[in-house]
């Protein structure tokens, strides 16, 4: 599986961002989506995953009301929009992919990775 994360970049605080996660090589229709985050100093951490055979979707309490998870499934595209953005959210932000639901959000269980892409929001 590869995947292409884009759309990180600098915005203020209270602004917005769509990251974007174009998926290919699937061997399978049915797989999980998911966007993680790792600030400096930090472990990386689940932001949102969506499952596209039953609609799972999962949001990091920090992000509930903020972030929306949505999906293409023609494009194989997963986007993540981000509200009212704070600076607390700064960080490389990843996508990530696997076939099963299994024990949800936790980075430790995706084994498919993209190349992360930088939000910054300056206060």
């Known amino acids: 599986v590869q995947l292409q994360a884009s759309g990180g970049g600098l915005v203020q605080a209270g602004g917005s961002l769509r990251l974007s996660c174009a998926a290919s090589?699937?061997?399978?229709?049915?797989?999980?989506i998911g966007w993680f985050r790792q600030a400096p100093g930090k472990e990386r951490e689940g932001v949102s995953c969506i499952s596209n055979s039953d609609g799972s979707t999962y949001y990091d309490d920090s992000v509930k009301g903020r972030f929306t998870l949505s999906g293409d499934n023609a494009k194989n595209t997963v986007y993540l929009q981000m509200n009212s953005l704070k600076p607390e959210d700064t960080a490389v932000y990843y996508c990530?992919?696997?076939?099963?639901w299994g024990t949800g959000c936790r980075p430790g269980s995706f084994g498919s990775w993209g190349q992360g892409t930088q939000v910054t929001v300056s206060s």
């Open positions: 090589g699937f061997t399978s229709a049915y797989y999980v």
């Open positions: 990530a992919a696997k076939s099963r």
